[in-house]
């Protein structure tokens, strides 16, 4: 008998999510949601970076929750705004973030998609087994700095096509 | 400048935390610009992000605690250096490279274990905080450490620095597991953590790396205290004056 194929497993943490969503009785708040990106990474929804973490309705006020990737990152003013505004224009007028910092959060709440979304977009996305080059797939890269343009990312170059690029940071 | 009197143990505790990661998140920003080259410009600039990130999330804890609408701005931008309660070790001016490395890597070795045992608090906020720093203090670690080693095994100049460096901070790390009645009532309650009980396998962890790194040890013949109750170098001043600036020029501005 040959040995089975290993099949990907979706993280755990990303199923319970994608569960909690579709058990959502707010449908239409996810979808405003998801035209919220990432002001760093524009490719990128709030939900795709597993940022957001659950909206909810009290009364009239609209309240979504977020997990910040990093304590000191200065995309989540801005990640606030943007949310207030998408609700603001999809008719929601009170919305209030709730920021919660436990479970803190990890890169594998990053979704599929958005991993491929990064890696189009010229990023190399966390949690490869094998780091590629995001231009050529080369595998001949190395380390030029821990920290990339932003803490969430590490800068690296290709050494087959010589292109720098930023790595998502495994967290 | 109005005082913000702090009678609660935790909320103490919480702006204790908050001090130093402010402090030390400062004096890291100053690299801005300045660093050797660009990727560690970038890096310092990032770790000085989280350590300011850090410290909103503790100064916002201790407002919270309050009840009485203190922010994380009013612990910022409000208080005068016997009001600043950070170990001494943060305080200290960034210096060369070398300095602010050596610094980095012994409070990153100290952090990285304080915050693992903070995880364990019955506080749940603290709990929290500490769950979200130390997998940035586990990062902060590789990069520190990986410095040590190269500036002691490069050149002799970057060793000379470096074992300057070392000689200096050396009396102001017993600071960092000094235990005061407040974190001993506390941590009676479970909810701080016990610094004295690492010192030494931060002791063990430290000498290991710098004598492969080609350090001298520096005699332990000299120590400094006072942060935490106040009580400061000459350098915090000038620091908040910088920090401090906007808040003090026009009080209350926002952007």
Not at chain 2, 192 to 220: C, I, K, Y
């Amino acid at each position: 008998m040959s040995a089975p194929d290993t099949i990907d497993l979706m993280p755990l943490e990303q199923y319970e999510a994608e569960q909690a969503r579709r058990a959502s009785p707010f449908p239409r708040l996810w979808e405003v949601l998801d035209t919220v990106k990432d002001p760093e990474i524009p490719v990128l929804s709030i939900w795709e970076l597993g940022i957001l973490r659950g909206v909810e309705v009290a009364g009239d006020t609209v309240i979504v929750t977020i997990t910040p990737t990093y304590s000191g990152c200065p995309a989540m003013d801005a990640v606030a705004e943007d949310i207030a505004a998408a609700m603001q224009a999809a008719g929601y007028h009170d919305c209030r973030i709730n920021t919660r910092w436990a479970p803190a959060w990890s890169t594998s709440w990053m979704s599929a998609a958005g991993r491929e979304k990064l890696r189009t977009y010229g990023i190399a996305p966390p949690g490869e087994a094998r780091l590629h080059c995001p231009h050529c797939q080369s595998t001949n890269v190395e380390l030029v700095s821990e920290f990339g343009s932003t803490a969430c990312k590490a800068l690296y170059q290709c050494r087959a096509c010589s292109e720098p690029f930023d790595r998502f940071k495994n967290l | 400048m109005t005082r913000i009197a702090i009678e609660n143990p935790v909320e103490m505790y919480a702006v204790r935390l908050g001090d130093d990661a402010l402090v030390l998140g400062h004096r890291l920003s100053e690299w801005s610009s300045n660093a050797p080259f660009l990727e560690e410009d970038l890096a310092l600039s990032n770790v000085a992000l989280d350590y300011i990130g850090r410290a909103r999330m503790f100064y916002t804890y201790a407002g919270q605690l309050r009840n009485d609408g203190t922010t994380e701005d009013d612990y910022a931008y409000l208080r005068d250096c016997r009001d600043y309660y950070n170990l001494l070790i943060h305080e200290l001016p960034r210096g060369d490279f070398a300095f602010s490395m050596a610094r980095q890597y012994l409070v990153d070795v100290f952090n990285l274990a304080y915050l693992a045992e903070l995880q364990q608090s019955r506080d749940e906020s603290l709990a929290a905080i500490a769950g979200k720093a130390v997998k940035e203090s586990t990062y902060h670690l590789r990069r520190s450490n990986d410095w040590i080693m190269r500036l002691g095994q490069g050149t002799r100049e970057s060793l000379r620095r470096l074992q300057d460096a070392v000689v200096e901070l050396w009396g102001f790390t017993p600071e960092l597991f000094a235990m005061d009645a407040l974190e001993i009532d506390l941590l009676a309650q479970g909810i701080a953590v016990d610094r004295a009980a690492l010192r030494d396998s931060w002791d063990r962890q430290v000498r290991a790396t710098l004598e492969a790194a080609g350090v001298t040890m520096p005699e332990p013949d000299w120590q400094v205290d006072g942060g935490r109750q106040g009580v400061h170098t000459e350098h915090l001043g000038h620091l908040l004056g910088e920090l401090q600036f906007v808040q003090r020029a026009y009080p209350g501005l926002e952007w």
